[in-house]
């Protein structure tokens, strides 16, 4: 069963840290970009970070850019989010996705395929 499972979500007080990971089963993770959405209740899902096949190059949404770090290890068939000082903002439900397009930097939704229920971050005090 081809599955993405997220983990590492928590309630974190702003200015704090976390760290998400994204599992893959079924199917061989490097071949495939991969990218973190993130949804707030009553928002649109929003692309925050994604990283190509290799490592070797990554994007990030201008919300997050400085304060978050995707990386990926192959060897382990997972992709992490390392999320720097958090803002109230930052709530809500993460997501991994994976992606065959040679357009998966622009973090469109439509380019990526999700396949896991996400992990709940809420930054609160």
């Known amino acids: 069963q081809v599955q993405l499972v997220e983990s590492g979500g928590a309630l974190v007080q702003p200015g704090g840290s976390l760290r998400l990971s994204c599992a893959a089963s079924?199917?061989?993770?490097?071949?495939?970009?991969i990218g973190w959405f993130r949804q707030a209740p009553g928002k649109a899902r929003e692309g925050v970070a994604c990283?190509?096949?290799?490592?070797?190059?990554?994007d990030y949404s201008n919300s997050v850019k400085g304060r978050f770090t995707i990386s990926r290890d192959n060897a382990k068939n997972t992709v992490y989010l390392q999320m720097n000082s958090l803002l109230p903002e930052d709530t809500g439900v993460y997501y991994c996705?994976?992606?065959?397009?040679?357009?998966?930097?622009?973090?469109?939704?439509?380019?990526?395929?999700?396949g896991g229920q996400g992990t709940q971050v809420t930054v609160s005090s």
């Open positions: 996705a994976s992606s065959e397009s040679e357009n998966y930097y622009y973090l469109l939704a439509y380019l990526y395929h999700f």
């Open positions: 990283i190509s096949t290799s490592g070797g190059s990554t």
């Open positions: 079924g199917f061989t993770l490097e071949d495939y970009a």
